[in-house]
């Protein structure tokens, strides 16, 4: 079993910061690509930020200058620095990774539970 467990959402005013957190565990044999996704009612869920195991970073053109994301490829996390927020950030976030487990021979997603961010004055 693997499992993604996030933490750090909540709600801020527009213009502050938050940081969100994820966390692998479990069966992982090798994560190749983590990333945060978001998805509001009614809408796709979006990509928002990932990372290669190598440190290659990829940005939704929306949050780029505002979110930082990074990785600890030992510790099997993945974050994300969220800056200059703004009401249209608001979402459901989910941690996604790319990975293979040590019960499967291929390379597979896995997602976390979601954790909701609101920027609201």
């Known amino acids: 079993q693997v499992q993604l467990v996030e933490s750090g959402g909540g709600l801020v005013q527009p213009g502050g910061s938050l940081r969100l957190s994820c966390a692998g565990s479990g069966s992982i044999l090798y994560i190749n690509a983590m990333g945060w996704y978001r998805q509001v009612p009614g809408k796709q869920r979006e990509l928002v930020a990932a990372i290669t195991s190598g440190g290659r970073t990829n940005y939704a053109d929306s949050v780029k200058g505002r979110f930082t994301i990074s990785r600890d490829n030992a510790k099997n996390t ?43 004055s």
Do not use: F, H, I
Not at 84 to 98: I, S, W
Not at 108 to 117: I, L, N
């Open 78 to 120: 993945v974050s994300l620095q969220m800056n200059r927020l703004k009401p249209e950030d608001t979402a459901v976030y989910y941690c996604n990774a790319k990975l293979y487990s040590t019960s499967g021979s291929s390379l597979a997603d896995y997602w976390g539970q979601g954790t909701q961010v609101t920027v609201s």
